[in-house]
C-alpha cells in the first residue's frame, strides 16, 4: 500500500512559476512509475507529465516546455517545476503512482490557480 500527499499548489500570477512535492509513503518507491494529472473545474481528470523508473519523462504537450516532472528516490518524493504558467493551468494536480498494471494510487489533490 502507498499513501501520496501532494503539496505546494496555490495562487500564482500569469507568467509566475512553482513547484508542487508529491511524498510517497510505503516500500518500493524506486520500482513506481510515477505520473502527475490535473483536473479543472467541470473538465475530466487529464495526464500531464511521467517519470519512470529509470528517470525517463514524458509530457503532454500542453505543458512540454514549460513543466519539469523529477524524482528524489532517497526522498520517496516525485517534483512537478511549472514554469510560465497561464490561466488555463487553474487546476486540481494529482499526483498517481503505478507499479503493476491496473494497481493504482492516487493522492489527494493539490489546488493550483492563476490568475492576476
Known amino acids: 500500500q502507498v499513501q501520496l500527499v501532494e503539496s505546494g499548489g496555490g495562487l500564482v500570477q500569469p507568467g509566475g512559476s512553482l513547484r508542487l512535492s508529491c511524498a510517497a509513503s510505503?516500500?518500493?518507491?524506486?520500482?513506481?512509475?510515477m505520473r502527475w494529472y490535473r483536473q479543472g473545474l467541470g473538465k475530466e481528470r487529464e495526464w500531464i507529465a511521467t517519470?519512470?523508473?529509470?528517470?525517463?519523462?514524458n509530457y503532454d504537450d500542453s505543458v512540454k516546455g514549460r513543466f519539469t516532472i523529477s524524482r528524489d528516490n532517497a526522498k520517496n518524493t516525485v517534483y512537478l517545476q511549472m514554469n510560465s504558467l497561464k490561466p488555463e493551468d487553474t487546476a486540481v494536480y494529482y499526483c498517481?503512482?503505478?507499479?503493476?498494471?491496473?494497481?493504482?494510487?492516487w493522492g489527494q489533490g493539490t489546488q493550483v490557480t492563476v490568475s492576476s
Open positions: 498517481n503512482a503505478v507499479r503493476f498494471v491496473n494497481n493504482d494510487y
Open positions: 517519470i519512470d523508473s529509470g528517470g525517463g519523462t
Open positions: 510505503g516500500s518500493a518507491f524506486v520500482f513506481y512509475t
